[in-house]
């Protein structure tokens, strides 16, 4: 598998940990559906950051079951229902720990709510992982 980070000198640059675009070749598409703050035991913590972190962990998970890694995935949307500009630096912090280079390209929305009322953050993302 073959991936080429594109960020245009001709376009404005990233601003964050994340890729403008990505072009593979080679791999398997995996598509993770919205995965939330759920421990194993049923709990998600109460704090948007916390719930953030374990969210990343359980996405982990599934790129490991997966036969992957957190270095795969070339997209994400990044669910929020809280003002990311509340939490945007320790967000980041977390994010920074699954996303250190070769960032996949990215979209947060901040939403009205969720089907569960205790969510406060969601992440989706899309991965290619080698053959």
């Given at each position: ?49 916390d719930q953030a972190d374990?969210?990343?962990q359980n996405l982990e ?71």
């Amino acid at each position: 598998m073959e991936k080429r980070i594109i960020n245009p000198s001709s376009i404005y640059a990233p601003t964050a940990d994340f890729s403008q675009a990505i072009k593979v070749t080679g791999g398997s598409l995996l598509f993770v559906s919205g995965i939330v703050g759920y421990r194993l035991d049923g709990t998600m913590p109460q704090q948007a950051v916390d719930q953030a972190d374990v969210a990343f962990q359980n996405l982990e998970k599934v790129l490991n079951e997966a036969g992957g890694s957190m270095a795969d995935v070339v997209k994400v949307t990044v669910y929020l229902r809280e003002d990311f500009r509340l939490h945007r630096e320790q967000l980041r912090a977390v994010r920074a720990r699954y996303f250190s280079s070769d960032f996949p390209v990215s979209t947060l929305v901040q939403v009205a709510g969720f089907a569960n009322p205790d969510y406060l953050f969601e992440i989706e993302a899309m991965a290619v992982l080698p053959d």
